[in-house]
């Protein structure tokens, strides 16, 4: 089965500040998809960014970006702009192109400071 | 927002007590997963379904059954409730279609205590 590391438990950043969330993976395949998950205290799963593995450019969405380096099985979101409701848990997922299940991370726990 | 629920939202049971819980989606989508999330652990999957009638085991399926019936409904059955089934229980439908349109939705989770 493929591993997904969140090594970082606990994150904090100033509000209108940037911050990186790290995820790596482990993995035989070539191609596979990722993801980036929000959780906030209500515990809904919200899909925050998506990327394909076969693609080279970075995925973006509004303030979010990812950081996908595929020959160091990396994906690390980018935050920007950092707001109030991005306090979150964050959860990285794999999922493979031929498979039906989703391999998620531990999870990093931000905290926005006003 | 896609269409799931998931029911009950919250419950208590004792130990020994069978449990079910259900997930309903209205987007028709193929796939569907039962995951718990406990802390340390993020979500691991318990079981997931590809069609009707079709299921297969996840990471941590042992003291878990699953049947589909319908498209819409994936329930999830604790045979024997432990205490360490005591979780939140998170539901998930996908299309699985590629491209732009891979994703996983989620449902709004079931907080599961067993005393």
């Known amino acids: 089965a493929q591993t997904v590391t969140q090594s970082q438990p606990e994150m904090s950043v100033q509000e209108a500040e940037t911050v990186t969330l790290s995820c790596t993976y482990d993995t035989s395949e070539s191609d596979y998809y990722l993801f980036w998950y929000k959780q906030p205290p209500s515990r809904q799963m919200i899909l925050v960014i998506r990327?394909?593995?076969?693609?080279?450019q970075n995925a973006t969405e509004n303030r979010f970006s990812v950081n996908f380096q595929k020959a160091a099985k990396s994906f690390s979101l980018k935050i920007s702009d950092s707001q109030l409701g991005d306090a979150a848990m964050y959860f990285c997922?794999?999922?493979?192109?031929?498979?039906?299940?989703?391999?998620f991370g531990t999870g990093t726990s931000l905290t926005v400071i006003p | 927002d896609a269409g799931i629920t998931q029911s009950p939202r919250h419950k208590v049971t004792e130990t020994g007590t069978p449990v079910t819980l259900r997930c309903h989606q209205t987007?028709?989508?193929?796939?569907m997963y039962w995951y718990r999330q406990d802390p340390g652990h993020g979500l691991r999957l318990i079981h997931y379904s590809y069609g009707v009638k079709d299921t297969d085991k996840g990471e941590v399926s042992d003291g878990y059954s699953v049947s589909r019936s319908k498209t819409e409904d994936f329930l999830l059955t604790l045979e024997s409730a432990t205490s360490s089934q005591t979780s939140v229980y998170f539901c998930?439908?996908?299309?699985?279609?590629?491209?732009?349109?891979?994703?996983?939705?989620f449902g709004p989770g079931t907080r599961l205590l067993v005393l």
């Open positions: 998930a439908i996908s299309s699985l279609a590629g491209g732009s349109k891979e994703t996983q939705y």
């Open positions: 990327q394909e593995a076969y693609k080279q």
């Open positions: 997922a794999y999922r493979s192109i031929t498979g039906n299940q989703f391999y």
């Open positions: 987007e028709n989508h193929r796939y």
